[in-house]
């Protein structure tokens, strides 16, 4: 039983942007964890409009692929 308890304790502990961005493009993973961390276990389009506001402070390659996309202006 105790040891149950240890490993949901852990599992507790595991970054959240870790668990939660593995479907995003891998471009974009190192901008969610920096700017949208609050937001990575939640809606796919919070994390998108978070992006979105942040593309000034975005990776290039980040930015590059939501231009591509069509989710910031060229």
Known sequence: MLRKSWIATI???VPVA???QTHWPKECRPDIARHCRALAKGDDRLIL???????DE?????????RSYGHLPK
Not at 49 to 55: F, I, V, W, Y
């Open 49 to 55: 409009r978070c992006l979105m506001d942040k593309d």
């Open 58 to 66: 975005l990776r290039r390659a980040c930015h590059k692929l939501l």
């Open 11 to 13: 599992s507790l502990l």
């Open 18 to 20: 870790a668990v939660a």
